[in-house]
């Protein structure tokens, strides 16, 4: 049962588009997280917040935005894409134990 | 810094064959240790997990592991393997810094002949 929700699951799109990659959760956790993740390859961490009006960009650095307003939702943002931005998003969340709840994941195209 | 090894890329059993997946992490204190199963196209899913306690731990889907201190590994295992079972499987470990970031190996996939 999904707990966490990623919208669209596939996104195929032109350079130079503005998008945002959807992320909600309906557990109230208080941390949620952004992976991007190439096929077949290792997860990076790109973005995370630990609440509200709270976010930190990650290890990997990339060209997207987030933002947390709501509990709830956490947004990715890319204001222009390009095909390099082409991979898999993946959004977590989790509460007060260190387990991670993983939606399931959008896969961008950028042509 | 902290890691997480996971040594074999690729592995290949036959259905019904016993499986263990590899991993070693470079650790400061006790760590906590995760295994995660991803199905193509899909996120992924917490198979088990340990903190502290009995060094072995039990998941889902049969599987298990067993956390050695003194190899600082987390190998899973599981019994008999089903086709199903084919997937890309990632060990992690909770960073210290008190962020409650993963450090992610760099995964396993897991392939089933029939």
């Known amino acids: 049962e999904a707990d966490i929700y990623q919208t669209p699951r596939y996104l195929v799109i032109g350079t130079g588009k503005k998008i945002t990659l959807e992320c909600s959760q309906t557990?109230?956790?208080?941390?949620m997280y952004w992976y991007q993740q190439d096929p077949g390859m290792e997860l990076h961490l790109i973005h995370y917040s630990y609440g509200v009006n709270s976010t930190e960009k990650g290890d990997l650095s990339s060209e997207s935005t987030v933002s947390r307003i709501r509990t709830e939702h956490f947004p990715l943002t890319l204001e222009s894409a390009r095909p390099s931005h082409t991979s898999q998003y993946l959004c977590?969340?989790?509460?007060?134990?260190?387990?991670?709840?993983f939606g399931s994941g959008t896969r961008l195209t950028v042509v | 810094a902290q890691s997480v090894t996971q040594p074999d890329i690729h592995i290949t059993v036959s259905e019904g064959a016993s499986l263990e997946l590899r991993c070693n992490y470079s650790y400061g204190a006790t760590p906590y240790l995760f295994w995660y199963v991803q199905s193509p196209g899909q996120g992924l899913q917490l198979l088990l997990k340990y903190f502290s306690g009995d060094t072995l731990v039990q998941g889902i889907k049969g599987f298990e592991a067993e956390f050695k201190r003194s190899q600082s590994s987390f190998n899973l295992r599981k019994p008999s393997v089903h086709w199903s079972d084919a997937a890309e499987y990632f060990c992690?470990?909770?960073?210290?810094?008190?962020?409650?970031?993963?450090?992610f190996g760099t995964g396993t996939r897991l392939k089933v002949l029939a």
């Open positions: 977590a969340s989790s509460g007060d134990s260190y387990g991670y709840t």
């Open positions: 992690a470990v909770v960073s210290t810094s008190g962020t409650y970031k993963y450090i």
């Open positions: 557990m109230g956790h208080d941390k």
